[in-house]
């Protein structure tokens, strides 16, 4: 059973850790105070959301990478993967299972949180 949960997680992880990188493979959503920044600070954004690597015990319990914190230009910043249902209408039944999820990536101000 530990097996299984730990393959279930490793998958899990590297599909968000997909999404993240490559913007591919799910859906990414940002804030309205995210869009207001402008094309270059999103581009600045961009950047930083894809290379995030800062995963400890206190951001990542689940061993994950769904959710990251980082800051720039003096703005913190949240983004999180939520998984959903095909339809996006009701929570993943596996979101191991990319066939059984759709990931939604969304970036806001941690004030927007």
């Known amino acids: 059973m530990t097996c299984n949960n730990e393959q279930t ?5 590297a599909l968000n ?8 493979g799910g859906r990414i959503m940002m804030t309205s ?6 094309p270059v600070i999103m581009g600045q954004l961009i950047e930083q ?3 995030y690597d800062h995963f400890d015990e ?3 319990p689940y061993g ?9 230009d003096g703005n913190k910043f949240f983004w999180k993967i939520d998984y959903y249902d095909p ?10 299972d ?11 101000l941690a004030e927007e949180y």
């Not at 339809?87 to 191991?96: I, Q, Y």
């Not at 759709?102 to 970036?107: A, E």
Request: net charge negative.
């Open 49 to 51: 959301l894809q290379t």
């Open 87 to 96: 339809s996006l209408r009701f929570g993943s039944e596996d979101p191991g």
């Open 9 to 13: 997680t490793s998958r899990i992880r």
């Open 98 to 108: 990319p066939a059984k999820t759709t990931r939604v990536l969304t970036l806001m």
């Open 33 to 38: 105070g995210v869009d207001a920044l402008g």
């Open 17 to 24: 850790d997909d999404l993240r990188r490559t913007l591919k």
């Open 64 to 72: 994950e990478h769904d959710f990251g914190a980082f800051e720039l």
């Open 58 to 60: 206190s951001n990542d």
